[in-house]
């Protein structure tokens, strides 16, 4: 099993910068993907950007490329999400998530591909 807790969310103006992070515990090591993904007040959860926990794809929705950067710290067991250029339309909860042994790379960013879920940070652009 899986823990995932997020942080760094908060309120930015649009242009503005935000990074977040989501702290991986348990047997993290079976995850093979982690991605994050958000869900605006009255809009479904999508998918924003993920990628291989081993190296390999990474993918990005287009509405993040360009402006988003995931990466990670496997000693640290952290995720993380740079957040560049914010626009209100980024103003959602962000949750990040994780996988069990196996994800395919043509399904990073859709939601039934992940197993663990975070309870998600708040960002709000205004």
């Known amino acids: 099993h899986v823990q995932l807790v997020e942080s760094g969310g908060g309120s930015v103006q649009a242009g503005g910068s935000l990074t977040l992070s989501c702290g991986a515990s348990?047997?993290?090591?079976?995850?093979?993907?982690m991605g994050w993904f958000r869900q605006a007040p009255g809009k479904e959860r999508e998918g924003v950007a993920a990628?291989?926990?081993?190296?390999?794809?990474?993918r990005y929705a287009d509405s993040v490329k360009g402006r988003f950067t995931i990466s990670q710290d496997n000693a640290k067991k952290t995720l993380y999400l740079q957040m560049n250029s914010l626009k209100p339309d980024d103003t959602a909860m962000y949750y990040c998530a994780a996988s069990r042994t196996y994800c395919s790379s043509d399904y990073l960013l859709v939601i039934s591909e992940y197993n663990y879920w975070g309870r998600g940070t708040q960002v709000t652009v205004s």
């Open positions: 348990g047997d993290t090591y079976s995850s093979a993907c």
């Open positions: 990628t291989f926990t081993r190296g390999g794809s990474t």
